[in-house]
């Protein structure tokens, strides 16, 4: 059987004329199955998926579009409009995956905005699994103020086959059209809507009473939510992925019902109101089950929070773990943290001000075999805007430290000659100094969306860390020499 082949084209789409890049996609193989372009205009993804080819005359939908046999397509455009849909729902009748991004520079136009006209022409004959509809705020505030519970109502007859619904920033929208999805769907297993900012516990108060098994569900920044969402949605005891990132009112009561969810693999609960005792309900089942623990900016957590957490457990699937934003973790913490030799890949305690030099020892020192070398598993370390980090710090960050690094995240002003002579000494090391959020998002690492190139090690990397470890590099070496001077 002859192996798959995957072609990986990158180009500047603006830089072709909107008809020349119709061509382009013209002769491209009638057994293309999946597209995703990483910005388009969404003027010029309705000339290229419309059926005419030649410039200059109307759209003919009688004739074949090009692209035939596309199953699955991903595009960022700068606007998703009714037209711009419409289109690719005539022209792609064998799509079954549609994920449509958007980053408005101002509030669009209702010529340049998707509207519940628009929403009626998504998936006209059922074919659909998956729908991805985000608005992003990258540039401004910005929603789909322009659709409502009545579009939702409208699509839903469509979306019996629909396993997958992602909604971003439809700010109009209720618990009455969400609650419409979520009983049409009887195939879905992944929900996830952002910026629901009228979205309330009643979204979710009779969800036992449908046949969903939902296992990734994502309701970050639906800050009227409480814990009564969290005990109404946890009647699904298949979840694994569950993200409550900013629902600022949830608390304690929403991890006790979390404490049931014996398959969770990753847990997102940044900026709510838990506590350090409210952990505890995480304790003995589903810490032993979790891949993904973020806890970002829960800033009621104390030092004491990795003792509840992690004191006593055995051998854990933990790999990645966020505690940043936390004010009140200190050393004393990363020092407990240190002592559970979990084998974390990613490590995240930026903005933690009574974080300093000794969490960096301490973990630098972490796992250490019978033949005496540091053996720290960390991929990625991010102690960004950390306030006890000084030069002395760096040391520790020299070979043979950490030996598997390869995101850095560190304040470039603390000393950025020795920033930039650790950088030069690790090549293989990404050394962040500006706050830049580094590695993937932990939802779309369970989407299979991202992957960590960990396990792959070109043969002069190995070298370099097979290399002399007693060796200092000269320009580290002189970087601390004029620190001391200046000091």
Not at 27 to 55: D, H, M, Q, R
Not at 196 to 203: A, K, M, P, Y
Not at 394 to 401: I, T
Request: glycine share 6%.
């Amino acid at each position: 059987m002859q192996r798959p082949k995957v072609l990986i084209l990158m180009f500047d789409v603006s830089l072709f004329l909107r008809h020349n890049l119709a061509r382009v996609w013209a002769s491209a193989s009638e057994k293309l199955t999946s597209l995703e372009i990483g910005y388009i205009s969404s003027v010029t993804v309705i000339e290229l998926f419309s059926s005419n080819l030649v410039p200059h005359q109307p759209l003919n939908p009688i004739q074949p579009s090009i692209l035939p046999g596309i199953q699955k397509l991903c595009l960022s455009v700068n606007y998703i409009t009714d037209a711009m849909v419409a289109t690719i729902s005539q022209s792609l009748t064998f799509l079954t995956h549609l994920d449509l991004r958007d980053a408005p520079f101002v509030e669009p136009r209702i010529t340049f905005d998707l509207t519940n006209s628009g929403l009626q022409q998504i998936n006209q004959l059922g074919r659909l699994k998956h729908l991805s509809l985000i608005r992003s705020q990258e540039f401004i505030i910005c929603y789909f103020r322009r659709v409502n519970d009545l579009g939702l109502l409208l699509m839903a007859d469509k979306c019996a086959n629909m396993e997958s619904i992602c909604l971003g920033g439809f700010c109009r929208v209720t618990d009455t059209g969400i609650k419409t999805m979520l009983h049409s769907c009887s195939r879905l297993y992944k929900l996830k809507v952002t910026h629901g900012t009228q979205l309330t516990d009643l979204v979710f108060h009779d969800i036992s009473a449908t046949s969903l098994t939902l296992t990734h569900v994502s309701l970050r920044w639906c800050k009227l939510l409480t814990d009564h969402a969290v005990i109404s949605l946890t009647s699904n005891k298949e979840l694994k992925v569950l993200d409550l990132r900013d629902c600022r009112s949830l608390g304690d009561e929403a991890l006790r019902a979390i404490g049931v969810l014996l398959r969770l693999k990753i847990l997102l609960i940044d900026g709510s109101d838990i506590t350090d005792a409210g952990l505890s309900y995480l304790r003995p089942t589903v810490i032993n089950s979790l891949y993904a623990l973020s806890l970002r900016g829960c800033k009621r957590l104390t030092d004491k929070c990795i003792t509840v957490l992690f004191d006593g457990c055995g051998k854990l699937e933990l790999r990645d773990l966020d505690l940043s934003n936390l004010p009140n973790l200190s050393d004393n913490g990363v020092l407990q943290l240190a002592k559970s030799r979990i084998p974390f890949l990613d490590l995240r305690m930026r903005q933690c001000p009574l974080i300093g030099d000794t969490s960096i020892m301490a973990l630098a020192s972490m796992m250490i075999d019978d033949a005496g070398w540091y053996e720290s598993g960390l991929r990625l370390l991010d102690l960004y805007n950390c306030g006890g980090i000084t030069p002395l710090a760096f040391r520790w960050l020299k070979k043979p430290y950490f030996p598997r690094l390869k995101w850095l995240g560190v304040t470039g002003s603390v000393n950025r000659d020795m920033v930039d002579a650790l950088a030069r000494s690790r090549p293989f090391l990404y050394v962040a100094c500006d706050g830049e959020e580094l590695g993937p998002d932990p939802c779309d690492m369970s989407d299979g969306l991202y992957t960590h190139d960990y396990d792959e090690v070109d043969e002069f990397e190995q070298w370099l860390l097979e290399a002399d470890y007693e060796t200092d590099d000269e320009e580290m070496v002189d970087a601390e020499i004029n620190e001391e001077l200046i000091m």
